[in-house]
């Protein structure tokens, strides 16, 4: 009886639905307005959501590596009066989701003719990317920097692709020999990573792999003790010439006995150990393009803040 | 008194600072590298409180940690003064940061937003400076009480942007004019700390300014107090207060606003009208909180007391909400919430629920031949670090037990510096710059009896041969019988070896027996660097590490032969005493010089027991070099932390 009632209940309702009312045209209305939108919220949402573009950023401690990340959060809030914290030695890792500011070039803009008008949009959907912020100190830096890149540049997901490191230096320690031998020795540890992942891609997949350069940040150039880049440069690899002569001739892990001969695939560069190692070199034969460009994260009050740092965001600008 | 205070996140940002004398960032890092990254400082408990302290130069630091919110509250001050009640201000800074930003805290913009924070820690340090001052007629009273004096004028000049409303100050409103009569410190204390630095004349508005009825008997008192400073305690003050005045200028000159403020706080007599259209005229956006004070007098500032302490109370209270145990239905529920909780995950982890796991983990690491002073020590640390977290999804407690022990592991294992011996070696014999003249490489190797040092020494040299370097090896074992012709031994067959594979060159260095060890070293190097060897290699005498009398003969050794490099040998199978070996050793020195790293011999003998090289790296914080993994010379093995780690879990 109950269904039967339910049965006239429902008849009644359509009868009414196309009686041509109001209330039906309004929901008809509704239904043929309101799904399309719907739907492509929906799909807009799981399609369109570009994958993020990751940077991780790495260095020794005391680089400037967390004060960056902190000036470039703080520089892209819409806080009145921007003013970056001052920092100390990290312990976790943080990702932090930054703009780009609108007035540095992006590379996926590079076709568009000046006159695009989607150019100037710009301003109102500022690119977004994201950095990685990880502790420079020597006990974590296998823990945490060296994992996350390789977990970053392994992995299958867009989410967590990696668009480039970063690898902050601090100029004026580094004409210190101590400082200088630690930064270089993680700066080996890192493109030795790089440098496995690039191999094999090569080896297991012709399709191109989706190289992962480095730009090795020259911080601290304000400072009247700072080395220029060039000479930077020269002892970085300098530096790392001698690191990769003196692991050629190490010794073996403790867990190598039971993991197998790894063979040639420790040593940084070419395999001929006599050559010297230089970046360009590196570049020609593993295909990971090094950059090195100065700046400064602290040390420009005057001006507006940031403006130190413009040519790595530059480079940023420039793999999005 | 305080000099400096700190919150930071561990990712290392400051989020909120107050300091009262410029303190040197290293001062906090160095407590971050020391303490909590690698855990090597030995913290001096303090007898009755509990808090560990850690000393930098002249500063003495305290600090709290956040895990919900990964903050660190970290308190510097200088190490002549006995501050009682520092730990008091970091458990209520904590507690009222917290509670005041969660939201933000929480929110992704939580390294970038400002934190208004400055009168709630000024009231909470007067607060507790007045607390601990009152009872004391302690000849530091008045450093003290002008320290505590300055401050109310400091929170009234900030006059930041209004407090975030909290749920519990409009309840606490009618007890603050009740307080006020009782327990009003806000008024009163300014009264001798202006009379001295400003001009005379306002001493006499200030004692012309009635303060409410209430008080008065409170004032007379308090006034009796100023009086005596003033007169005949006024040496006495003034000498206290010569070398903050200066201290106290800049701060408020950075605030700009001194001269100003002075005239809104003492001029009291003076129409509200004007004050409320000038501070509109400065700060559209404080009006309001400035209209209340110019009003009322100090009562704006009772709030933020009544504010804070209802803060803490809420805190307080449900902390012991927590801890008391509910009836039987609601443990019951609890219960079995708490197993379900075990395998979905998201429970949130407490001292009772890791006592068991804790238990089975600390008897796993001793089955590996952990030290038990490391592996508690180990468990501790873990303890600490798991107690309030939320496990993951589907994690069980067992399970972010192992991964927290895991890295902690890693963590212990991991050098700060790694060690590349070849590349030192080239450094001091081929130096880059032309000052420095090239010299032999130093290394000396020490042990207790039978851990195979000799034997280490000749893969070291087996080593550095197959790198083309000219070894001489010193044979300073003096003592025991046979000691040099062991060694004679191994010269021989690595020169064999050498000339074999023409790398390298090795001699022996010999002075027979009976003769004074560290001037048989001196002597080595000596010969060493006159006939261009690269490495000089040093066997010592194999000693009790508790016997007084051969130990201290090491301090003199250090001395003379000065090595680059001193490696202690430790076998993998001594168990408990590993600890006290690697201590004893690393002392040996004297001050200044420590052990450079260890060489744990014999790791083939115990399978996957490898808890030795935890042990002795928990006790001294020194890194391991080589692992020796065999009997012949080529089985000398770097460190592999993920292999080690790897064992010690399995």
Redesign the interface.
Known sequence: MTSHSNWELFEAVATKLLEGSALGIAVAVIITFGVPVLLHYIFYRAVASPPSSNFLLLGPSGAGK?ALV?LL??KS?F?ATP?S??????????L??VRLPVSVPIASNKYRSVNDPSLKEGHRNQIKYRVR?T?G???????QGLSELLSMSTSKDTKLKLRGVIFMVDTAAISE?EAL??AA?YLYDVLLVLQKRALNLGKSSLKAAAEIPVLIAANKQDLFTALPPGSVREKLEGEID??RK??S??????????GGAEGEDDILGSYDVKDTFTFKEFEDEIGIKIELAGGAVKGDDEGAIGAGVRRWEEWVGQRL | MLESFEILTTSGVVLWSKSYTPVGPHVVNSLINDVFIEEKAHLQNTTNSASPIFRKEKYTLKWRRSKDFNLIFVAVYQSLLHLGWIDKLLDNISTIFIDLYKDQLKSERARVVEYPFDKYFNQQVRELEDNATAGLDSPETPAGVVAARKDPLVSSDNGGPPPPTVPGLSRAQPEAALGAATSDEGSPPQTPDISRTSTPTSNHILTAKGGPGGRVSRRQRKAAIATAYASSGDEKARKGKIPKSGKKLRKWDADGLADEDDGRVLDYSAPAGEEDTSASAVEAVAEDSWGRRTGKGQFVLKDLGDEVHSILENADSEKTKSSAPSGLVGSGFSAIGGLLRNIVGGKVLSAADLEKPLKAMEDHLLKKNIAREAAVRLCDGVKQELVGKKTGNFQSVDASLKSAMESSLRKILTPTTSLDLLREIDTVTNPKNKQATPRPYVISIVGVNGVGKSTNLGKICYFLLQNNFRVLIAACDTFRSGAVEQLRVHARNLKELSTRENVGEVELYEKGYGKDAANVAKDAVEYGAANKFDVVLIDTAGRRHNDQRLMSSLEKFAKFANPDKIFMVGEALVGTDSVMQARNFNQAFGTGRNLDGFIISKCDTVGDMVGTLVSMVHATGIPIVFLGVGQHYGDLRGLSVPWAVNLLMK
């Open positions: 967390t902190n959060e703080v809030s806080a003013k914290h001052p920092t100390h030695t990290s312990q976790t890792t943080t932090a989701t912020d502790p100190h020597g006990k974590l830096r296998g823990s020999a031998r630690d020795s001698r690191i003196s692991k001739k190490g010794l073996m892990d403790a867990s190598a006995d039971a």
